[in-house]
């Protein structure tokens, strides 16, 4: 299984849920996705919200592949981290579905988190397809 993070479950950021899941990925190459990124408000920072489109722009991210540790454990709480509930998903913030990224010029099939709601006021576009370089070019905090 691969995995493609484009926000706060990218290695690096400073939420436990992504601290331990990334200790049991392999180690993550650069990949983009079509489609559509937006900067999510709330009171606990920004989160991203990525909207698969074959005519948008890149959505920057990195693809792992799964670690010999990795388990279904983890993928549960990664699914619950998103508010993917597999048994609910028209009830979930976040869907876990199948997508093609490219990396150094291959095509490589991942899982990703795609946003499944409407969109809330205060969500700013992402024109430049990275959720931490928007964050810092704004000064805004990342969801914690």
């Known amino acids: 299984m691969r ?8 290695q ?14 392999e180690a993550g190459v650069p ?11 709330d009171p606990a920072g920004w989160y991203p919200a990525f909207i698969p489109d074959p005519a948008g722009a890149a959505v920057h991210g990195m693809v792992h592949a799964a670690g010999p ?23 979930s913030l976040y869907l876990r579905r199948p997508l093609t990224v490219s990396s150094a010029g ?3 099939g991942a ?12 969500a700013r576009p992402i024109a430049c397809g990275d959720f931490r370089t928007f964050l810092a070019a704004h000064g805004l905090p990342e969801f914690r």
């Open 106 to 108: 291959e095509d490589i």
């Open 31 to 41: 990949a983009t996705a079509p489609g559509r990124l937006y900067a999510i408000p």
């Open 69 to 91: 540790g990795f388990a279904q454990a983890d993928l549960a709480a990664l699914d619950a981290y998103e508010d993917y509930r597999p048994a609910d998903p028209a009830g």
């Open 111 to 122: 899982q990703a988190y795609i946003y499944n709601a409407v969109l809330p006021a205060g």
């Open 3 to 10: 995995l493609f993070f484009y926000g706060t479950l990218m």
């Open 12 to 25: 690096g950021t400073c939420n436990d849920v992504a601290t331990a899941l990334h200790r049991r990925l």
